[in-house]
């Protein structure tokens, strides 16, 4: 199975807030922040959801295709996804623009504040599916995950076009999306990937109901943070997968990249959707245990014994059949 990620692809600049956020917003002035956080730590990781996906899945075994705006400082970072795995044809390297900045605080109970500097993602637009899918062997799936709005619509419009299966993601750019983009963006989808959040803000921006919202999508896959994953399909019972449980808690920041590209791994394979989620789960928290969205390893034996702590000894032979 080929899987194109389309998405933003960018560096991370991550740091770390010795308090609570919550505790220095005062409610009577919350129309007049301003503030400044005295961080402990500064870190600067590969990121990007784009690049993020595609990671885990090639860590996984599979060869996802990378597509996506980057500058002409993308060159160690090509150098370092191709060796795990991803192709990157289907990066385009812009002649205005550096890479993406993505740079976030994270608080001590995991709360984050972030910008995000698109720099060549804003060129993504002018990037056309249709040369990707016509070398090497087509392509199987899509996942349109946040870039340039307008380069969101443009990719949905055209796996539409080429009967292409994709799977809707659209994450950090929902506040952007009104009504009908987002709508435009969500139906006809095969997978529709959000947070709990997420789900409910697409829910109020497109004027759908959860139920309306199942019957426009193949499938839906929440993810609960701390309680795990739900899938559903319209018509039928919702599948609740719980966690992995965490053994430490580092940076959250890709545990919801890293769960999609675990999901759509299984996928891949041909494995149930309990056991895709599943898998995702396990990686979201291998990320979560990590420094960072791609600083992360998979140990087949360690990853098979978590599953079976997890989910049992049958669910892991399952997955441990293909990722080992």
């Given at each position: 199975m080929r899987i194109a990620v389309t998405g933003s692809i960018a560096t991370d600049h991550l740091m770390t807030f010795p308090g609570r956020f919550v505790e220095q917003l005062i409610a009577e002035k919350i129309d007049r922040v301003s503030l400044s956080f005295l961080v402990d730590a500064l870190e600067i990781r590969r990121g990007g959801v784009a690049a993020n996906i595609s990671f885990g899945l090639g860590m996984l075994g599979l060869r996802p295709l990378l597509v996506g705006g980057v500058g002409p400082d993308f060159g160690p970072y090509h150098d370092w996804l191709s060796e795990h795995g991803v192709d990157c044809s289907g990066v385009r390297e812009s002649a205005r623009h550096h890479t993406a900045r993505f740079i976030c605080t994270t608080d001590l109970d995991g709360n984050q504040i972030a910008s995000f500097y698109p720099g060549a993602m804003s060129e993504d637009a002018e990037i056309t599916l249709a040369p990707l899918a016509a070398g090497g062997g087509g392509l199987d799936l899509v996942l349109i995950g946040a870039s340039d709005p307008a380069a969101m619509l443009s990719h949905t419009r055209e796996c539409g076009a080429l009967g292409i299966p994709f799977a809707a993601d659209p994450s950090q750019q929902l506040p952007r999306l009104d009504g009908p983009?987002?709508?435009?963006?969500?139906?006809?989808?095969?997978?529709?990937?959000?947070?709990?959040?997420?789900?409910?803000?697409?829910?109020?921006?497109?004027?759908?109901?959860?139920?309306?919202v199942l019957e426009r999508v193949g499938v839906r896959i929440t993810t609960l943070g701390p309680s795990g994953a739900r899938v559903e399909r319209s018509g039928e019972s919702p599948v609740m997968v719980g966690p992995v449980p965490e053994q430490r808690k580092a940076d959250p920041t890709g545990t919801g990249d890293a769960f999609r590209a675990g999901f759509l791994a299984a996928i891949a394979w041909g494995l149930s959707m309990e056991r895709a989620?599943?898998?995702?789960?396990?990686?979201?928290?291998?990320?979560?245990?990590?420094?960072?969205?791609?600083?992360?390893?998979?140990?087949?034996?360690?990853?098979?014994?978590?599953?079976?702590?997890?989910?049992?000894?049958?669910?892991?032979?399952?997955?441990?059949?293909?990722?080992?």
């Open positions: 983009d987002l709508r435009a963006l969500v139906d006809g989808a095969a997978y529709l990937f959000c947070n709990e959040y997420e789900e409910a803000l697409i829910e109020r921006k497109s004027g759908w109901s959860g139920a309306e989620a599943q898998l995702g789960n396990l990686l979201a928290v291998t990320v979560l245990e990590a420094d960072g969205p791609q600083e992360y390893e998979l140990k087949p034996a360690l990853a098979a014994e978590r599953l079976a702590g997890a989910y049992g000894q049958e669910a892991a032979a399952e997955i441990a059949a293909h990722y080992g």
